[in-house]
């Protein structure tokens, strides 16, 4: 069975500028969770979807944005790009009722 | 708020020793997870551990859960340069809306 597919891998944007990018989970599984992953902050929890419905939301400010499509894929959008948000930005996709997750290869985000 | 420690945050050793690393925290999990990050990828899960003071093992590696349900620890025998990764804990908090709190990690180096 396909794993997690996160696109692209990489991507430099330049500041103030937005981006999207796109998960797509294992078949079958309908919640999905997006990260923001940086070496001093660690794994920060962005948002999780289930079924087209955001279910839980991160502390992070309203640029970061988020929306599931009804066959479970994902997208996760910034806006007004920052330096700060440069990261490994990674997508997870967790079976009903489960909570073990699994990821993408996730995507390097550099703001220049 | 609820937090996961892990210590300790570097560990570089040669190959064919043994390591631990920990993860505390004081709250109470119903659950917990550990994963194992290579670079340039997502995590990937490695175990789950669910009942205070389970043991499980794979291969050379040993989870161990607390018998209170607050921490773990993982010990790896004899260390192979494939084991190299950035070692992570999720507990998976008590009650209804079951969320992963992720620890910052521990970044093992197995030199040969």
Known sequence: ?112 | TQLLEQSPQFLSIQEGENLTVYCNSSSVFSSLQWYRQEPGEGPVLLVTVVTGGEVKKLKRLTFQFGDARKDSSLHITAAQPGDTGLYLCAGVSAGNNRKLIWGLGTSLAVNP
């Not at chain 1, 992953?37 to 999780?48: D, K, S």
């Open chain 1, 1 to 112: 069975k396909a794993g997690v597919t996160q696109t692209p891998r990489y991507l430099i944007k330049t500041r103030g500028q937005q981006v999207t990018l796109s998960c797509s989970p294992i078949s079958g599984h309908r919640s999905v969770s997006w990260y923001q992953q940086t070496p001093g902050q660690g794994l920060q929890f962005l948002f999780e979807y289930f079924s087209e419905t955001q279910r839980n939301k991160g502390n992070f400010p309203g640029r970061f944005s988020g929306r599931q499509f009804s066959n479970s894929r994902s997208e996760m959008n910034v806006s007004t790009l920052e330096l700060g948000d440069s990261a490994l930005y990674l997508c997870a996709s967790s079976f009903q009722g489960t909570t073990e997750a699994f990821f993408g290869q996730g995507t390097r985000l550099t703001v220049v």
